[in-house]
């Protein structure tokens, strides 16, 4: 990974080069950014900077046997550590490598749920367990096989439990010349004894001309669509790729129909939607609430008079133009909310049959009857 591969970002990488210019190498460094902003690319561009044998002012040189290595992920002195879905009490990040490999190399900007999907993980909990910790610091106390450092990139350390305090003397007094980079979303979830011991890089989201720019190259659309996809994604790359893939299936017909059977209360219809929602795949039901949340906000926007700020395709603008007409800003909230709710609900592994049933009830007091819901519990698998 070099940063010239890394969407946008540019006063950062000016940043990192710089450090090691000036012989600045931190030996713990933590790049906290929001999700799809390109942290772990940043800290792989930076460990292969750092590693590479001919380096320029600008950028690692990609040909050198160091560089190569790094760019397959498979150089000797370059460990990962990651969240994984533990089979054994005995798993480690290294006994999932080959899919880390396999789903970093497709999708630098993966989210958690994009390495769910790749593990086939989708009702067991990530963590970053003791038995991993035990292999850090296995691997990290060996001296540098072939570059000048070691480095161990950690992933979302979020997912230490207290296991990880069991790291906290080789982060603070490393072995000679070893890197720690830590690659986080959320400075609260970090323990703190780990927080206080690194250098702490803020990595903002993307701005919006640089996510337009890579998904006009990336997938080859118009300007107007990669337009409307980066302000849905809202400085996200990997929610931006999501978007660029769903307009290709049918989340509008589907939610548009969902809608019309609630506001109509057919009941038999109902169910066998929450039937076919049940089957669609955790990742594809988050979708498809996601689409639902974004497009009732944009419906929002017009209630709300703010017709210049409506970001949408023909087919969703008259579908949002007609929908106003029967459902009013209080109303469109209260489905936006449970839908959100439902998100939040499926990423902790509620059962979606019963989810799908009870918001589809929720739906049919809102657009029905005028009753707004007070709160529901859904029963998890």
Known sequence: MQFRDIIGQHDIKRQLIQTVQ???ISHARLFLGPEGAGCLPLALAYAQYISCENRTATDSCGECASCRKYSR??????????????RHKDDTALSFIEEWRDAFLSNPYLGLDEWRNQLDAENKQANINIAECHQIIKKLSLKPFESEYKVLIMWL??????????????????????????????????LNTILSRTQLIKVPRLKDQDVNEFLVAKFHIQEEQAARITYLSEGNV???INLSKEESNNNFGLFTDWLRM??????????????TASRMGRENQKNFLRYG?????EVMMLLSGAEDLVHLPQNEKAFAENFKRSADLAKTEA???ELEKAHYHIERNANPKILFLDVSLQFIKILKFNTLPRGTQYIYT
């Open 73 to 86: 992920l498979i150089h000797p002195d370059l460990h990962f550590s990651y969240p994984f879905f533990a």
């Open 22 to 24: 000036e012989n600045r």
């Open 262 to 275: 609630c506001f109509t209360n057919r009941g038999i219809q109902v169910i066998e939607f929450a039937e």
């Open 238 to 240: 990997q929610t931006a």
């Open 293 to 297: 949340t974004k497009l009732l906000r």
């Open 157 to 190: 350390p979020e997912y230490l439990d207290k296991a990880g305090n069991t790291l906290l003397k080789i982060i603070e007094e490393p072995p000679q010349k070893t890197l720690f980079l830590l690659v986080a979303q959320s400075q609260d979830q970090i």
């Open 335 to 337: 489905l936006v909310s």
